[in-house]
């Protein structure tokens, strides 16, 4: 099958990325349906998998205020009690954590037709929703085929510990901008990793497929690595309370127990089969896709990912710190000739990120030669 036949129907079959966090430029020429990122530890890995989740939500708040939340970026100021309160630190989204005006953020397929800027700007006098806000706030204009918004910013560098810099703004002003008639189309992505989900997030997960043909996907993973599981339900404690937890009947014993139980490879691997069966039509990026997995069931973890990714039309971008992930995936992508899989090394070249790329040819001998590549 052609190369482009294969790369047909992604959503980014390439990406370019300038000043976010702590990349100035990264330019991959080639993504697949599956891509997997190596490289040590400060190279950017990390950094481009948020990049494809604000690309993928065109930088809407509750995206944003994820990805700092996740590294505990946020500034503080005073309410108007003089209390203090924090905020999302935006300045931490731009290269440098400066965030100064007209500094700005890309990210997109090569060639601009489709980018994401997202840039240090103004808010306009006439859209301030108080008579005690400042005339002209600091603000973050946010572009996608030429039009744009405007999140307001209410902690510029230099006002930070300023009484006027109060919550409620932030969120009534969120709420107009997430209400605004301008349709974007949005791309679903559901992130997994490093840590182990937690039970209302699988919970959640498990209700969207449940009963439905996706549901086999997310047993069929499971059983990767617990091939004596025979069932699986979600459960709340009692009828009062929300909080869920997933069970599962092994085979030859009586009673459920719960999933948690049986070590953190088995709902890692549950959630994974859960986040491919939920990101159909959109992204799926896993940071340090071989926590809790023993290298025997790599390549079978990757053969199911790749397949399930192109039955579902899902591009996934995951990271790797391990030598067994890096094999097992290419020892897959080997044997799945007609599902496109890329290989991406990022090295540190002062202020820019390098990519090396590798070739069909090149998974080939890193399967059967074992060469190292990370």
């Not at 931490?92 to 397929?109: D, N």
Request: with cysteine.
């Amino acid at each position: 099958m052609s190369d482009q036949r294969i790369h047909a129907n992604l959503h980014i079959p390439d990406l370019s990325i300038t000043g976010f966090r702590g990349i100035a430029r990264l330019s991959i020429a080639r993504l697949g349906r599956v891509t997997l990122l190596t490289g040590r530890n400060g190279a950017g890995k990390t950094t481009v998998l948020e990049a494809v989740r604000v690309y993928a939500a065109r930088a809407r708040p509750n995206v944003l205020h994820d990805v700092l939340e996740r590294r505990e970026e946020f500034a503080a100021a005073l309410d108007e009690d003089r209390d203090p309160v924090v905020f999302p630190d935006y300045a931490a989204l731009f290269h440098g954590r400066v965030g100064t005006h007209g500094q700005s953020i890309t990210i997109g397929p090569a060639g601009g037709k489709d980018d994401l800027r997202i840039e240090v700007s103004t808010l306009p006098a006439q859209q301030s929703l108080f008579a005690d806000q400042p005339a002209r706030m600091q603000a973050i204009k946010i572009e996608y085929r030429r039009e744009e918004r405007l999140l307001p910013w209410f902690l510029p560098a230099s006002e930070r510990n300023r009484s006027w810099a109060r919550s409620r703004y932030v969120w009534d002003l969120h709420r107009a901008w997430r209400n605004d008639d301008t349709e974007w189309p949005i791309i679903e992505c559901e992130s997994l990793g490093p840590g182990l989900p937690s039970n209302n997030r699988i919970a959640r997960l498990w209700d969207n497929v449940t009963l439905t043909e996706a549901e086999d996907l997310s047993i069929d993973a499971l059983r990767l690595i617990g091939d004596d599981i025979d069932r699986v339900a979600v459960v709340s404690d009692d009828q009062r309370s929300h909080r869920r937890r997933v069970v599962v009947k092994l085979k030859n014993q009586a009673r459920p127990v719960p999933l948690k139980s049986l070590g953190d490879g088995v709902p890692r691997m549950f959630a994974a089969g859960l986040a491919l069966a939920n990101s159909r039509d959109g992204f799926l990026v896993v940071d340090e896709a071989e926590n809790g997995f023993h290298h025997s069931v790599q390549r079978d973890f990757w053969r199911t990912v790749l397949r399930a990714a192109q039955q579902n039309n899902v591009q996934v971008l995951a990271t790797t710190h391990s030598w067994d992930c890096v094999r097992g995936f290419a020892q897959a992508a080997t044997e799945i000739g007609d599902v496109a899989g890329a290989l991406v090394r990022l090295d540190r070249d002062g202020q820019d990120v390098r990519p090396v790329e590798y070739t069909e040819e090149d998974l080939e001998a890193i399967a059967e030669q074992g060469i190292e590549v990370r």
